[in-house]
């Protein structure tokens, strides 16, 4: 993947306040540079899918999640598809309660309202939105914290394997046709990912295809379109597997 976008970070070394904000539109194919920073960060995806590197971590936010970055650790955000999303510095003195290593978060309902309600504001740096950015620092260290949604693999062989189906979500080659191309054995293939990635090679395509197909729905696709683009003969297949994963249709996901 070739990012031809680089946005750069507002601030380096200090904070306008204890808790700064900001809102990012980001183009297709854009990225931020490596970067560590002395204060924490909370990302939180409006749209698009938003993706994270830190320390052999791959992490990605579907729409309505986000990520905790704590203070010093080295990391770098990117999109391939445009995306809308929050960006929040929290000072190191405010972390206290903060998750102590970098990690996917299932953002509350509370939370959300109050994203929401900054969604179209800038920073003031007033009393009252003071107030309101502490109470948001308080609901997201009670965050519920979740493992990588797609994770990625240290295995030169597996990564490579998860790499071709990456860039082709479509892929209708089984494990066994999938290890022999990659030359490892069918059961090779099911030890890595089980001691790997944690799930089976399939469940890790679902989400895959997943975090594929919110892009393309929110982009105005079809459910029909979306299905027959990632491979599936049928659209109420593809709804089936959507509904397990996420627990919602992909047209109410989206409404939501």
Do not use: K
């Not at 996917?104 to 309202?113: D, E, Q, T």
């Not at 030890?191 to 989400?207: A, F, I, K, P, V």
């Amino acid at each position: 993947m070739s990012f031809q976008h680089l946005r750069q970070p507002p601030y380096h070394d200090h904070l306008p306040g204890p808790v700064f904000f900001r809102l990012e539109h980001m183009p297709e194919n854009a990225t931020y540079p490596i970067m560590r920073h002395p204060w924490g960060e909370f990302v939180y995806s409006f749209s698009g899918v938003t993706e994270l590197r830190s320390e052999g971590q791959h992490l990605l936010a579907a729409p309505h999640m986000g990520f905790w970055i704590p203070p010093g650790v080295q990391h770098v955000g990117f999109n391939r598809r445009a995306a809308v999303h929050f960006s929040a510095y929290i000072s190191r003195e405010l972390c206290s309660g903060m998750p102590d290593r970098i990690c996917s978060l299932l953002v509350s309902p509370l939370l959300r309202a109050i994203l929401d309600n900054l969604e179209g504001a800038v920073f003031t740096g007033s009393e009252q939105q003071s107030r309101l950015l502490r109470v948001m620092v308080d609901q997201v260290a009670v965050c519920e914290i979740t493992d990588s949604f797609v994770p990625e693999s240290d295995d030169r062989q597996l990564a490579r394997l998860l790499q071709a189906l990456r860039d082709n979500p479509a892929d209708g080659r089984n494990n066994a046709e999938l290890a022999r191309a990659f030359g490892l054995s069918q059961r090779t293939l099911v030890r890595r990912c089980s001691d790997e990635l944690g799930m089976s090679l399939g469940e890790w395509r679902q989400r895959l295809r997943v975090m594929q197909a919110i892009s393309l729905l929110q982009d105005g696709h079809t459910v029909e379109s979306v299905a027959l683009d990632l491979g599936y003969s049928t659209a109420s297949s593809f709804i089936a597997m959507f509904r397990r994963i996420t627990g919602n249709s992909p047209a109410r996901f989206i409404r939501t």
